[in-house]
């Protein structure tokens, strides 16, 4: 019997092969082959989501981002917040400094501004020039977001993130007014699968740290947090006394929320548990919006929703990896 003496090198190559073997699997996760219906689902809702922003804010535009003495509390409150994070963050002074070399009143330069606003919302939803419409509508927006600072919320963080990826996404899709005029090549499909893993994993960090909050306190387990939001002005728009009649429903509403959020990153990736999970998320922001009015909230978060997990990849796989091979 002769004995079979290994050399190191083989030695090394069998350790290294587990190492291997994780790092393909990491990068396969994070570049998985997509086709860009999931773009054009994120597109078109963000469009959507701009449109009704800018139609919100019609009214009290200038009365919100004007300066001091000609607005609600003045922007300069706002900015000065924004500024103690960091100088290079964009405000509507920028803005308003711009127009003044152009000699263009504060007034007119806001006034532009919502427009630009709402024309970007309406070439995304249509697919119109859809990289500059998405660059439009990030800056102008975040400028807005932080100019209100006092005045933002959740809906201005999601939609200021979401038109950031969207911006940087490979645009345009299939689906576009651009692809339809210019005939653009199809996008690699593995940029498009790292793009839609990168806000399937924020959406799953959001759920869990916000779940795991929830978690840690008491106020949803026994339904207070829930009472107090829907009782407090201006959310109020379930009657109180409704409320009352379905007292004993609130702390099991608030179990649930807390158990949703916190398990989203697990069964939101099984394929047998997906659809429950994702129907449970978009009906529980449908009812935020329906029963508190934060109607900006709930849309952007069921649209990223919907681009991360509601388009399904089974059966497009294909379609994409044989995207791959012709290019």
């Known amino acids: 019997m002769q004995s079979v003496v290994k050399s190191p090198g083989s030695q090394i190559s069998v350790g290294l092969s587990p190492l291997r073997k994780f790092w393909q699997r990491f990068i396969g996760f994070l570049f998985p082959p997509e086709t860009d219906t999931w773009l054009a689902v994120l597109r078109s809702g963000l469009g959507l989501q701009v449109i009704v922003y800018a139609l919100f804010l019609r009214s009290d535009w200038h009365y919100l981002f004007a300066s001091s003495g000609k607005g609600l509390v003045g922007r300069e409150v706002g900015e000065a917040i924004t500024a103690f994070d960091s100088p290079l963050i964009p405000t509507f002074s920028w803005l308003v400094a711009f127009g003044r070399n152009l000699n263009m009143s504060e007034e007119t330069v806001l006034t532009v501004a919502w ?92 759920y869990f740290i916000g779940g795991l909050a929830k978690c840690l306190g008491n106020g949803w387990w026994d339904g207070s947090n829930l009472w107090r939001s829907l009782i407090r002005p201006p959310f109020n728009l379930v009657p109180p006394d409704l409320l009352v009649q379905f007292k004993y429903a609130l702390p099991l509403l608030g179990i649930s929320i807390c158990l949703l959020e916190v398990s989203y990153p697990i069964f939101i990736w099984l394929k047998r548990t997906r659809w429950i999970w994702l129907g449970c998320i978009l009906a529980m922001h449908a009812a935020i919006g329906l029963t508190m009015g934060l109607y900006l909230f709930a849309l952007v978060m069921m649209v990223m929703n919907l681009a991360a997990f509601g388009v399904p990849s089974t059966g497009r796989r294909a379609e994409a990896t044989s995207a791959i091979t012709e290019q």
């Open 115 to 206: 427009v630009s606003l709402l024309s970007a919302g309406c070439l995304l939803l249509l697919g119109l020039l859809s990289r500059p419409a998405a660059i439009v509508a990030w800056f102008v927006h975040l400028c807005a977001a932080e100019s209100g600072g006092l005045l933002a919320y959740g809906a201005d963080s999601f939609m200021t993130t979401a038109l950031f990826y969207l911006m940087l996404s490979p645009l345009p899709d299939y689906y576009s007014f651009d692809h339809w005029v210019t005939k653009t090549k199809p996008k690699n499909p593995l940029l498009l699968g790292f793009w839609r893993r990168v806000l399937q994993v924020h959406l799953c960090f959001v």
